[in-house]
């Protein structure tokens, strides 16, 4: 089954909250055909680990550079 753009948004906006809430190490965004990430993944300064496969995306926020634990 498919997720439909705004769906797979509003997944990513929930799980970039409480990915932030918690202080995790890592977040898994595969397959859910993203085709770009929101800016508010520049706040996840903990992650040590992103997973992005399987996503429309072409270019990457420069909030991504906030990411400087990530191995």
Not at 10 to 28: F, G, M, P, Q, Y
Not at 38 to 55: A, D, K, M, Y
Request: aromatic content about 0%.
């Amino acid at each position: 089954m498919a997720v439909d753009e705004g769906e797979a948004q509003l997944k990513v906006a929930e799980l970039i909250s409480k990915a932030k809430s918690a202080r995790r190490k890592t977040l898994d965004l595969t397959g859910l055909s993203l085709p770009d990430l929101p800016p508010e993944i520049g706040q996840l300064t903990t992650l040590t680990e992103l997973s992005l496969s399987n996503n429309k995306l072409t270019s990457l926020p420069t909030e991504i550079g906030q990411l400087t634990a990530l191995t």
